[in-house]
C-alpha cells in the first residue's frame, strides 16, 4: 500500500470515530518505518490536526467529534513513545532542559505533547507539564524544574489573551528566560510579541535542525 493510500485510510477511519482501526494501521507503519517517525507524525497527526480546524472554522465538525478525534490521535501519539526513546537514545545531548505547556484556559494539549516529543528528539530534557496552567502554576514549575527554554501551546485563538498574560508574568520574574510559543491560536497578527526580546515563534524545523538556542 502506497504511503498517500494509509495517510487517506488513517483520516477516512479517523472521520468515522474507529479508534481501534487508526491505532491498528499506526501502530503497523510504526513496526515498519520507525526511522521516519518524524515524518509519521506531520503526515498522520499534525496534518491531520490542520485538516479539522479548517473543518471546525467551516462548521462542519462540532466540539464533541474535535474532542474525540483529539483523544483518537493522543493514543496514536502515546503509541509512538517507544520509538522517540529509541531514536532520541542515537542523538547527541544537549545538556539542556526545556519546560512545555499550555496556558490558563486551553484545555486542549495535542500540539504540546507532540512538541514536547520533538525536542526529545532532538537531544533536549524535555518536562511536560501539561495544560491550563495558571500563571502561579507555571512559575512553580519554572523554579523546581530550571529549564533552560519554556515552550507554550495555545490552539484556540481566544486563548491568546491567556497566553499574553502568562508571557508577561514570567518574563517579569525571570527576564533571561527563553520563551517560545506556538500552536493554532497565534496564527495572524502578533505584533504584540516584538515587546518581549526573550520570545520566539516556535518553529518545529527549527528546534530539530538547528536547536532552539540558535
Known amino acids: 500500500m502506497e504511503s498517500k493510500e494509509k495517510v487517506e485510510n488513517i483520516r477516512n477511519y479517523l472521520k468515522e470515530e474507529n479508534k481501534e482501526k487508526c491505532v491498528e494501521l499506526y501502530t503497523k507503519e510504526l513496526n ?10 506531520k503526515s498522520y497527526i499534525i496534518d491531520s490536526i490542520s485538516n479539522w480546524h479548517e473543518e471546525f472554522e467551516e462548521n462542519r465538525l462540532s466540539i464533541w467529534q ?6 483518537i490521535l493522543r493514543t496514536l501519539v502515546e503509541c509512538s513513545y517507544p520509538c522517540v526513546i529509541k531514536l532520541a ?12 505547556a499550555s ?23 524535555s518536562i511536560y507539564a501539561g495544560n491550563t ?7 512553580e514549575a519554572i ?43 497565534i496564527k495572524g497578527d502578533v505584533d504584540c510579541l516584538k515587546n518581549f526580546k526573550n520570545v520566539e515563534i ?12 540558535k
Open 103 to 125: 496556558p490558563a484556559e486551553e484545555k486542549h494539549d495535542l500540539g504540546a505533547r507532540i512538541v514536547s516529543d520533538y525536542f526529545e528528539l532532538s537531544g533536549y530534557n
Open 143 to 185: 523554579k523546581y524544574e530550571k529549564p533552560d527554554f519554556l515552550a507554550l501551546s495555545v490552539t484556540t485563538k481566544y486563548n491568546f489573551i491567556f497566553i499574553m498574560k502568562i508571557i508577561d508574568g514570567i518574563s517579569e520574574r525571570f527576564p533571561d528566560l527563553k520563551i517560545y510559543i506556538g500552536g493554532q491560536g
Open 32 to 41: 515498519d518505518n520507525s526511522e521516519n517517525l518524524l515524518e509519521i507524525y
Open 89 to 100: 537514545s542515537k542523538k547527541e545531548k544537549k545538556n539542556k532542559k526545556v519546560l512545555i
Open 66 to 71: 474535535e474532542h474525540v478525534r483529539s483523544s
Open 202 to 213: 516556535m518553529d518545529l524545523n527549527q528546534i530539530l535542525n538547528e536547536g532552539a538556542d
Open 133 to 139: 496552567l495558571p500563571l502561579d502554576t507555571l512559575i
